[in-house]
């Protein structure tokens, strides 16, 4: 099994080149309320909550930091969609933080120049915003050369060898984001690529390897045991 950093172009190659197209989203701050939404997942449940606020006039950063709680609750559950205070509460701290952030975070900035890592710090910083979630936004939506390590990453990175399962968030999320060289392109593959493999084989009950496009990468004795 070759090392994460020889192994990427096998991976990217497996997992199909080119990420499916993401959904259309009309700003910014659409995306980033999508993402948190969905907990750092290109999830669909992320976009339905995005488009219920926005049908409500809710997906503004004013409007929605500073509508009332029961209104946001309620334009969620006309939507058919059970939302909790306690996350719709985030959403609305991650619209305060928009706000208070609004120019830098709708400036275009070079990719890779180094302002996204700051955001990333920033939103990580708001309460609530796992690091996950908050990488997820900054590679997802504003290009920053980082790696959300979700549950799969984790699972598909420790079975195959390439990290430890001792090895702690940001050490895997620096792997990552060394072996593809800090290309946000790339990490947003990897990342998109290895949710739905965590979806679909591989699973926290255990790996479908047979049907797995990764099975060219795996170790020479099979899938390494999670624990
Ligand atoms: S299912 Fe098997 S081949 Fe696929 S990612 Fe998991 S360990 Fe690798």
Known sequence: MPPLNEAIPAIVRALGGRPAAPPERDSRFEAAIAF??????????????AAALDGAGLLEPDAL????????????????IEANPKAVRLLQRIAAWYRAHRDDLEAEIPAGSGPEA????????VNGVGRSTADAVALHVFGAATYPVDRASYRILVRHGWIDPTVDYDEASHLLTSAAESDPAILARISDGFADLGRRFCK????????????????????????
């Open 65 to 80: 930091a500073d509508a009332p709680l029961e209104e946001v609750v309620d334009a969620l559950r006309d939507a058919r």
């Open 118 to 125: 700051a955001r990333r710090d920033e939103l990580a910083a």
């Open 36 to 49: 948190a939404a969905s907990g750092g997942l290109a999830s669909g449940r992320g976009d339905r909550i």
């Open 204 to 227: 926290p009950s255990g790996p479908r390897c047979e049907p797995c496009p990764l099975r060219i990468v795996l170790p020479d004795g099979g899938p390494v045991d999670v624990g």
